[in-house]
């Protein structure tokens, strides 16, 4: 600590106490705090833990009212070292003396030079280099690792804290210091407990309030991290959740990487005050870069609204061969050097986009600083939050810091622009029906047939289809229909033709009786009317399944790609979900059970609290079965959607047939 304080240019008054020592790295020494002749600011203390309630004795006899603790071996070792320390604190409190600590690293005030640390990080290479972020970490080893990367990438740090066991002073006094420190931006946070859900909450509102921003990596919030946890800071088991539901609710930018707190603490770019912007535009001059954040953006929640008319005739001025231009935007290598920023002016104007991410590749022929340029000068003239992807070597490293130095994201890996652009905007998702859809099925296309004649297709090659029976418009031959099958049952236009058959209010489930089957089909003709169906229709009535796991399977010809079987949680969930994996077709059975492992829903497939396993055979034939029909049917596609499946089988309920019209 001594090195430290001289090589960063502390210019306090700094004495040695130690018990037999006359001089330590050339300071002279004193042999109690009683010798020092004045009260000091702040006491560091570096001796074994039987001796440091000693010093906080020594402390409070000469009115010292802060102190750092170094010294571990208390809470961190254990009931007998808890007892310890919590004598410490008893002392403390009665005696008026604010700690940090014990087992802390130390704290850093990096423009003032008062390096009270032990971290070896603040003297390997060049010293640390001033900045607006404030480092707060539970581990003093992560966070001076923290500390080291961001010295490494060119980022400046205000201050570092290593909180330790933090049993008297916590993070939110750290973070309510911070709020009001005008050398602080942002405050980059490692916690593996949050003590106190008021205190926390009260000081980032006023970190919120004073428009700076708090990243946090939450450790611990899994049940393996808290146990881990629980023998490193005491943190209490069963809270890691709660803990990062906290987080979420306070508006903090919750990361999944420690990288991602010097990276994401170095954007100048965004506020507290409202979410960062979902809405997007993209420029790029490599289509394959293009390719790679588009994907990774898409799958972080990123929507990319169609550009005006106006913008698509600024793109057109400057190059009439963009024929189709569209956001993401690829505007190709010949606009560099000359027309790159004209294209990016003119989508960053557009009205519809709030951010803008520039994919950019290693460049060539000087380009890379007329890259950075180009976007510093955008960025400035539209005030809009900047977002580059850089991925490329070493040499890059002059440009990403020059970008990062004026508050811009830059990601150096496409799984990197990913996992940070989900910190930035969180893990909701957007609810503006505007995000890319992934098409799952073709129950979208308007050549899809489905009603009964795909169920009778089906069963007629082999399928297992829930009972039923197809019928004309008769109430009379329904209700006998009904009591033949057997009560309850479910009711449903049967045309193939008609879509979105449960919007359109024509089906109904859970008949139980021959009144509610003649009142069922009435309503459901006077709806089909209103519709636009036609006046002679087909009903399909049906056994009523139950049990089970409700699955959407799907076969696909994808031509020279081959044919694909998919499967996921079926139901109106495989939209909202969108939780479906693929397997070629023919496949064994271990294929396909390693592709529903793969689900974010695979323990509902293989046996939940109790239940049965789904059949995975049923599912095997299913699948099978439905990719010879498509074969010999000379289909695209087909759906099924929902299959309820359980450990003994299952049956179909509804189906879609998507014919091949390309001949």
Same mark, same amino acid.
């Given at each position: 600590?001594?090195?430290?304080? =001289?090589v960063?240019?502390y210019?306090?008054?700094? /004495?040695?106490?130690?018990?037999?020592?006359?001089?330590?790295?050339?300071?002279?020494?004193?042999?109690?705090? =009683?010798?020092?002749?004045?009260?000091?600011?702040?006491?560091?203390?570096?001796?074994?833990?039987?001796?440091?309630?000693?010093?906080?004795?020594?402390?409070?006899?000469?009115?010292?009212?802060?102190? %750092?603790?170094?010294?571990?071996?208390?809470?961190?070792m254990?009931?007998?070292?808890?007892?310890?320390?919590?004598?410490?604190?008893?002392?403390?409190?009665?005696?008026?003396i604010?700690?940090?600590?014990?087992n802390?690293?130390?704290?850093?005030?990096?423009?003032?030079?008062?390096? +009270?640390?032990? /971290?070896?990080? *603040?003297?390997?290479?060049?010293?640390?280099?001033?900045?607006?972020?404030?480092? #707060?970490?539970?581990?003093?080893?992560?966070?001076?690792?923290?500390?080291?990367?961001?010295? %490494?990438?060119?980022?400046? #740090?205000?201050?570092?804290?290593s909180?330790?066991?933090?049993?008297?002073?916590?993070?939110?006094?750290?973070?309510?210091?911070?709020?009001e420190?005008?050398?602080? !931006?942002?405050v980059?946070?490692?916690?593996?407990? #949050?003590?106190?859900?008021?205190?926390?909450?009260?000081?980032?509102? &006023? *970190?919120?309030?004073?428009?700076?921003? %708090?990243?946090?990596?939450?450790?611990?919030?899994t049940?393996?991290?808290?146990?881990?946890?629980?023998?490193?800071?005491g943190?209490?088991?069963?809270?890691?959740?709660?803990?990062?539901?906290?987080?979420?609710?306070?508006?903090?930018?919750?990361v999944?990487?420690?990288?991602d707190l010097?990276?994401?603490?170095?954007?100048?770019?965004?506020?507290?005050?409202?979410?960062?912007? =979902?809405?997007?535009?993209?420029?790029a001059?490599?289509?394959?870069?293009?390719?790679?954040?588009?994907?990774?953006?898409?799958?972080a929640?990123?929507?990319?609204?169609?550009?005006?008319?106006?913008?698509?005739?600024?793109?057109?001025?400057?190059s009439?061969?963009?024929?189709?231009?569209?956001?993401?935007l690829?505007?190709?290598?010949?606009?560099?050097?000359?027309d790159?920023?004209?294209?990016?002016?003119?989508?960053?104007?557009?009205?519809?986009?709030?951010?803008?991410?520039?994919?950019?590749?290693?460049?060539?022929?000087?380009?890379?600083?007329?890259s950075?340029?180009?976007?510093?000068?955008? +960025?400035?003239?539209s005030?809009?939050?900047?977002?580059?992807?850089?991925?490329?070597?070493?040499?890059?490293?002059?440009?990403?810091?020059?970008?990062?130095?004026?508050?811009?994201?830059?990601?150096?890996?496409?799984?990197?622009?990913?996992?940070?652009?989900?910190?930035?905007?969180?893990?909701? &998702?957007?609810?503006?029906?505007?995000?890319?859809?992934? !098409?799952?099925?073709?129950?979208g296309?308007?050549?899809?047939k489905?009603?009964?004649?795909?169920?009778?297709?089906?069963?007629?090659?082999g399928?297992?289809?829930?009972?039923?029976?197809?019928?004309?418009?008769?109430?009379?031959?329904?209700?006998?229909a009904?009591?033949?099958?057997?009560?309850?049952?479910?009711?449903k @236009?049967?045309?193939?033709?008609?879509?979105?058959?449960t919007e359109?209010?024509?089906?109904?489930?859970? *008949?139980?009786?021959?009144?509610?089957?003649?009142?069922?089909?009435?309503? +459901?003709r006077?709806?089909?009317?209103?519709a636009?169906?036609?006046?002679?229709r087909?009903?399909? *009535?049906?056994?009523?399944?139950?049990?089970?796991?409700?699955l959407?399977?799907?076969?696909?010809?994808?031509?020279?790609?081959?044919?694909?079987?998919?499967?996921?949680?079926?139901?109106?969930?495989?939209?909202?979900l969108?939780?479906?994996?693929?397997?070629?077709?023919?496949?064994?059975?271990?294929?396909?059970?390693?592709?529903l492992?793969?689900?974010?829903?695979?323990?509902?497939?293989?046996?939940?609290?109790?239940?049965?396993?789904?059949?995975?055979?049923?599912?095997?034939?299913?699948?099978?079965?439905?990719?010879?029909?498509?074969?010999?049917?000379?289909? =695209?596609? @087909?759906?099924?959607?929902?299959?309820?499946?359980d450990?003994?089988?299952?049956?179909?309920?509804?189906? %879609?047939?998507?014919?091949?019209?390309?001949?």
């Amino acid at each position: 600590m001594l090195e430290h304080l =001289r090589v960063y240019g502390y210019q306090g008054d700094v /004495t040695v106490v130690h018990p037999s020592a006359t001089e330590v790295d050339d300071r002279r020494a004193v042999p109690s705090l =009683r010798d020092i002749g004045h009260v000091p600011d702040v006491v560091v203390v570096a001796v074994p833990a039987r001796h440091v309630l000693g010093v906080l004795q020594e402390c409070a006899d000469i009115g010292v009212t802060q102190t %750092l603790v170094l010294t571990a071996g208390f809470a961190d070792m254990g009931p007998d070292g808890l007892a310890l320390e919590q004598s410490l604190l008893d002392f403390a409190s009665e005696h008026g003396i604010a700690m940090v600590g014990p087992n802390s690293t130390g704290l850093v005030t990096v423009r003032s030079g008062l390096a +009270m640390s032990m /971290t070896s990080v *603040l003297t390997e290479g060049e010293p640390i280099a001033p900045g607006g972020l404030a480092v #707060i970490a539970q581990s003093g080893a992560i966070g001076s690792t923290v500390v080291e990367r961001a010295r %490494l990438a060119g980022v400046g #740090i205000s201050h570092i804290v290593s909180t330790g066991n933090q049993r008297d002073m916590d993070i939110p006094d750290f973070v309510a210091f911070f709020a009001e420190h005008p050398d602080v !931006d942002t405050v980059a946070l490692y916690v593996e407990s #949050i003590r106190d859900g008021v205190l926390f909450s009260q000081a980032v509102e &006023r *970190l919120h309030a004073a428009g700076k921003r %708090l990243v946090a990596y939450l450790g611990g919030r899994t049940d393996a991290g808290e146990q881990a946890a629980a023998s490193h800071t005491g943190k209490i088991a069963g809270r890691g959740a709660l803990e990062l539901g906290l987080l979420r609710a306070l508006g903090v930018t919750v990361v999944d990487d420690p990288d991602d707190l010097w990276v994401l603490g170095a954007v100048r770019t965004t506020t507290t005050s409202t979410p960062f912007p =979902r809405r997007w535009g993209m420029v790029a001059y490599s289509g394959g870069m293009a390719v790679l954040a588009t994907e990774q953006l898409a799958s972080a929640g990123v929507v990319f609204p169609a550009l005006s008319q106006q913008t698509l005739g600024k793109v057109k001025e400057r190059s009439p061969q963009f024929v189709a231009a569209h956001n993401p935007l690829d505007v190709g290598p010949g606009s560099m050097p000359h027309d790159f920023r004209s294209y990016l002016s003119a989508v960053a104007a557009d009205p519809a986009v709030e951010a803008l991410c520039v994919p950019l590749p290693m460049g060539a022929r000087g380009w890379n600083q007329q890259s950075v340029d180009d976007v510093l000068t955008v +960025m400035d003239e539209s005030g809009k939050p900047f977002v580059v992807l850089w991925y490329g070597g070493y040499a890059l490293r002059p440009y990403i810091e020059q970008l990062r130095a004026r508050g811009v994201l830059v990601a150096e890996k496409p799984s990197d622009l990913g996992r940070l652009v989900r910190a930035l905007l969180g893990p909701e &998702r957007t609810t503006t029906g505007e995000a890319a859809v992934v !098409d799952h099925c073709g129950a979208g296309s308007p050549s899809a047939k489905g009603g009964a004649a795909a169920l009778q297709r089906l069963a007629a090659h082999g399928v297992d289809v829930v009972a039923m029976r197809v019928l004309g418009d008769d109430p009379a031959a329904v209700a006998k229909a009904a009591a033949e099958l057997g009560y309850p049952v479910v009711l449903k @236009i049967g045309d193939e033709d008609v879509a979105h058959r449960t919007e359109l209010g024509l089906v109904t489930v859970g *008949l139980r009786s021959e009144d509610a089957v003649v009142s069922a089909l009435g309503v +459901m003709r006077e709806r089909a009317g209103r519709a636009g169906v036609p006046g002679t229709r087909q009903w399909l *009535l049906q056994a009523m399944a139950t049990g089970g796991v409700e699955l959407v399977l799907t076969v696909r010809n994808a031509g020279r790609l081959g044919v694909f079987g998919s499967i996921g949680l079926g139901g109106a969930a495989v939209e909202v979900l969108r939780d479906v994996e693929s397997v070629p077709l023919p496949c064994d059975e271990e294929t396909l059970r390693r592709a529903l492992s793969r689900l974010r829903t695979a323990d509902l497939f293989f046996g939940f609290r109790g239940s049965d396993p789904v059949d995975l055979g049923w599912v095997h034939h299913t699948l099978h079965r439905m990719a010879d029909l498509l074969h010999t049917a000379r289909l =695209r596609e @087909i759906e099924v959607n929902p299959a309820l499946v359980d450990g003994g089988g299952g049956v179909v309920v509804d189906a %879609l047939f998507v014919p091949d019209i390309s001949g």
